[in-house]
T-cell receptor
Framework: EDQVTQSPEALRLQEGESSSLNCSYT??????LFWYRQDPGKGPEFLFT???AGEEKEKERLKATLTKKESFLHITAPKPEDSATYLC????????????FGQGTTLQVKP | NAGVTQTPKFQVLKTGQSMTLQCAQD?????MYWYRQDPGMGLRLIYY???????DKGEVPNGYNVSRLNKREFSLRLESAAPSQTSVYFC???????????FGPGTRLTVL
């Protein structure tokens, strides 16, 4: 059964304090691993797609990496506006686009 | 482009009432999805439509029905609402050339 586990559930950082969020997954035939950002009261906003182990993608202060068992979202020198819930999801071998989501990590960055 | 739109934004129902949640996308996407999001449970797939004219069950379909009205619109119906269906509902769409899904702003539903 496809499964995604994110850790930690919640993370509090001081502005400028770098850290990483973890997404562990088990899936039969990975078609893609996705990172989304969700602000309170809003829908998830797409950040990255990773397809194969060793792949990395960056956007501003965020960098996502992928291994065969997990993905990390590295946040470098975060700012208060980076505060949000970060969601990880995987798409398995089916071509229907069905995603399995983790429970998310809620990040709070204090000034 | 509005992207993915959902109506209504908020709704309160009594147990046993019915309602339809509407979703539309203007990105010419083929696939559309309905999720529910509950605290501590993450996003769970209710139903999806891989292409116009087809619908399939997701992880938690019980108590729901869907209609893919045309390529743009995908509705979710609760025939007899129950308190367990209190949740935030998100619609998403995906294009043929994309893998990522794009989400709407959500409908917050409370069933009393």
């Amino acid at each position: 059964e496809d499964q995604v586990t994110q850790s930690p559930e919640a993370l509090r950082l001081q502005e400028g304090e770098s850290s990483s969020l973890n997404c562990s997954y088990t899936v039969s035939g990975l078609r893609g691993l996705f990172w989304y950002r969700q602000d309170p009261g809003k829908g998830p906003e797409f950040l990255f797609t990773l397809y194969s182990a060793g792949e990395e993608k960056e956007k501003e202060r965020l960098k996502a990496t992928l291994t065969k068992k997990e993905s990390f979202l590295h946040i470098t020198a975060p700012k208060p506006e980076d505060s949000a819930t970060y969601l990880c999801a995987v798409q398995g071998s089916s071509n229907t686009g069905k995603l399995i989501f983790g429970q998310g990590t809620t990040l709070q960055v204090k000034p | 482009n509005a992207g993915v739109t959902q109506t209504p934004k908020f709704q309160v129902l009594k147990t046993g009432q019915s309602m339809t949640l509407q979703c539309a996308q203007d990105m010419n996407h083929n696939s559309m999805y309905w999720y529910r999001q509950d605290p501590g449970m993450g996003l769970r797939l209710i139903y999806y439509s891989a292409s116009e004219g087809t619908t399939d069950k997701g992880e938690v379909p019980n108590g729901y029905n869907v209609s893919r009205l045309n390529k743009r619109e995908f509705s979710l119906r609760l025939e007899s609402a129950a308190p367990s269906q209190t949740s935030v509902y998100f619609c998403a769409s995906r294009g043929l050339a994309d893998n990522e899904q794009f989400f709407g702003p959500g409908t917050r539903l409370t069933v009393l």
